[in-house]
């Protein structure tokens, strides 16, 4: 297979590349995927975007997942820093992520919210587009009826391997399957995170727009 | 300078006890009497008397214990309540600090209607509150003291003060009972007859202890020498209140009055440049309290909607107005200079979003708690649990700047702290594991990185005296191309020879990588 060339990296095609105003859902495969999640919806930030991303998280949800890592998340260049907001409740937590949608502080907020409905989603949608900021909401299952613009369904996918070490683990690549889009078309793709960078690239050809799922995320679908 | 001090009746017991009633402290005398109701002052008994002698006058004497911690909660309280009147209220420290309060009202009375109108106002409302007392303006504290114990006036001007002195008994310097003896040993009994001694001779007959000698006092009262009190909260320099002749009995009675006091103190602290960080809005109770709620903002602001928003978050209703609230005050605690809006074009946007941000935090930490609402800040320690601290954002700097990374090597996205415990098989017993099960799910490793080995430091041996091990970690993906960081506890050989009292090296779940 020849090496990605320039023109494979420019053609990322448009959902994949800055994240707009707006409210997105991304829905981790398994629950064990929220990190591959987490790093597919930090990666899409302008990278121009200088203000910081906040994050809105119940307590069940960091005992589930784990706490956000500050030598984790610096890798992903954000020197505006994290604004970590632990909430009892997910109504605590949709109400913490609407405010920092709507402040314009923040040019990501994300939040752990399993059980937003369509009313909800629907401010949130309003209150990104306030703030001109973008609103992740991660889950782990897909919800009911939502206002979200985009939905995602995020699956880790085995690395290439390290170039210089072939046992050990290369470049985190992850499948983003978009389920559900206004006036986009869904697709699959295969990404893989650029170590200097951290911004996702195309991975493999195959992998490309109107291919039907593929991988662990048409497993789980 | 004007201050006014008031001794304080004690509360209730003695409003509703008839006969007479004491109050006994346990002392190295034996019990001796703290406190009196007016009948039992009328029947000749007096405070320091043992209670086995007031006894013996009075059979049917009602004693009860003292309580003077109580008594001093309660005063302190009292005089955050009598801030309505003066930004700067003092527990009087002479006499156990048990029985009156000092307030600055310099520049202050005017507002009440004159310095007559403020000692009514005082003595009506603490009566309300259930509270006798009497209060005297002066020049000094020693004055006010003095006239609000002895005085018939109850208000003297800093040219009279010498003259209206002069009447008054020695007792009314402050001094304790020992030199008020010895005073009137010397047939010193009132304070004009003091002033024509030789000053040298008295200060050496009196000597100066705790800085509560007989001269001392007397240059005090006279305002010859300052006085320095210490006011129960300090002062805020911006601070408006409005008195209301009918009560408010509500939270929504409260919220709807903040609006006005928020408008005049922006004004006011416009007038200076200044912006608030911390404000506090409380509330005059009736009953002599008071109830308050503040809050922290994380960048000065005179933005009364900000401001409003804020209260709003934190809760009205955690005012509790109890029988009716009679005067609000808001103050700005924390006040400083707000640069005026003149951001250069370009760094306009960046300003604006650099003020979103620390109102978003100000908002946040108001409704959730300050604990709730979380910065990272890199802190040093070699364990990965530790390498991070997550500090409330309100207490830190308002822009956040994080450090470059500082570390080399890949670290997880996501951590579990503590770490899980994980059962796990390697080929080799200090090799990377080749299978592992963590949350009863079973994973077969596909590649592996490591170890970068972890030391403890050993210089610092650890609180509970358990020996800290040395921790290999490993970059972990399983077949389902998930993405972990392992590490093993304890090194085997140096730090696990097999011995039955030993602790085997054990595999742990530390974290998630994307």
């Known amino acids: ?221 | 300078m004007a201050r006014s001090a008031g001794p304080l009746a004690p509360p209730d017991p003695f409003a509703q006890a008839a006969g007479p009633l004491a109050l006994i402290l346990k002392t190295a005398r034996g019990a001796v009497i703290h406190a009196l109701n007016p009948a039992a002052r009328a029947v000749g008994l007096s405070r320091g008397q043992t209670q086995a002698d007031a006894l013996a006058m009075i059979p049917h004497l009602d004693c009860r214990p003292a309580d003077p911690e109580a008594d001093a909660r309660a005063l302190r309280a009292l005089a955050v309540w009598a801030e309505r009147w003066s930004p700067s209220v003092s527990v009087d420290a002479s006499d156990g600090g048990l029985e009156g309060l000092f307030l600055d009202v310099t520049g202050a009375a005017h507002l009440f209607g004159g310095e007559a109108a403020l000692i009514t106002q005082i003595e009506r409302r603490l009566a309300d509150a259930g509270a006798r007392s009497r209060a005297a303006i002066a020049p000094t504290p020693g004055a006010a003291w003095a006239l609000a114990r002895w005085g018939m006036a109850r208000r003297i001007a800093a040219d009279d003060a010498r003259d209206l002195l002069a009447p008054l008994p020695v007792e009314a310097l402050r001094i304790d009972a020992a030199t008020m003896r010895q005073a009137r040993r010397f047939g010193l009994k009132t304070i004009g007859d003091l002033y024509p001694m030789p000053r040298a001779g008295l200060a050496r007959r009196f000597r100066d202890v705790d800085g509560a000698g007989l001269v001392r006092r007397l240059d005090q009262a006279l305002g010859l020498t300052a006085e320095a009190l210490i006011p129960v909260r300090a002062p805020a320099k911006y601070r408006g209140w409005e008195a209301y002749a009918e009560p408010l009995t509500d939270t929504a009675g409260i919220e709807a009055r903040a609006p006005g006091l928020a408008e005049s103190l922006s004004r006011a602290l416009e007038r200076d440049g200044q912006g608030a960080r911390v404000l506090t809005l409380t509330a005059f109770r009736v009953d002599g309290r008071t109830s308050e709620i503040s809050v922290h903002m994380g960048r000065a602001s005179r933005e009364v909607k900000v401001w409003l928003r804020l209260f709003r978050e934190t809760g009205f209703e955690r005012i509790d107005p109890g029988f009716g609230v009679d005067a609000l005050m808001l103050s700005a605690d924390v006040a400083e200079p707000l640069a005026a809006h003149q951001v250069e074009m370009g760094q306009e946007a960046a300003a604006r979003q650099a003020e979103g941000l620390a109102a978003l935090i100000d908002r946040l930490s108001a409704r959730l708690g300050e604990d709730a609402v979380r910065v990272a800040s890199p802190a040093g320690s070699w364990l990965p649990e530790r390498a991070e601290r997550w500090r409330p954002a309100l207490a830190s700097a308002p822009v956040l700047v994080e450090g470059p990374a500082t570390h080399e090597r890949a670290r997880p996205l996501m951590l579990l702290d503590p770490p899980e415990p994980v059962e796990a098989i390697a080929e080799l017993p200090d090799g990377a594991p080749a299978r592992f099960t963590w949350r009863r799910v079973c994973r077969r490793v596909a590649r592996a990185d490591g170890p970068e080995r972890l030391s403890p430091e050993w210089w610092r041996p650890r609180a509970d005296g358990r020996q800290v091990r040395t921790r290999d970690y490993y970059r972990i993906e399983d077949d389902q191309g998930l993405r972990y960081w392992l590490f093993r506890e304890g090194l085997y050989g140096p730090e696990y020879m097999g011995g039955p009292d030993e602790r085997a090296p054990s595999w742990w779940m530390h974290g998630m990588f994307p």
């Open chain 1, 1 to 221: 297979m020849p090496p990605l060339s320039l023109e494979l990296d420019a053609a990322v095609p448009p959902p994949l590349t800055d994240l707009p105003a707006g409210l997105e859902e991304a829905c981790a495969t398994a629950p064990r995927d929220m990190a591959a999640t987490l790093a597919f919806a930090l990666a899409r930030v302008t990278a121009q975007d200088r203000r910081g991303v906040g994050l809105a998280l119940t307590r069940a949800w960091l005992n589930e997942h784990g706490r956000p890592y500050g030598p984790g998340l610096a890798r992903f260049g954000r020197d505006e820093g994290v604004l970590l907001v632990v909430c009892r409740t997910e109504v605590e937590a949709l109400w913490a992520m609407e405010q920092g949608l709507r402040s314009g502080g923040l040019s990501l907020m994300l939040g752990g919210i399993e059980g937003a409905d369509l009313t909800q989603t629907r401010r949130l949608d309003f209150a990104a587009r306030d703030g001109a900021s973008a609103g992740v909401l991660l889950r782990t299952r897909t919800g009911d009826l939502s206002a979200a613009r985009r939905r995602w369904r995020i699956a880790a996918e085995a690395s290439g391997g390290d170039p210089d070490d072939v046992r050990a683990p290369g470049p985190m690549r992850l499948m983003a399957e978009l389920t559900r889009s206004r006036g986009e078309r869904p697709g699959v793709w295969m990404l893989e995170m650029e170590d200097e960078t951290h911004r996702l690239r195309l991975a493999d050809r195959l992998a490309g727009h109107g291919h039907g799922p593929v991988g662990r995320t048409a497993r789980a679908a």
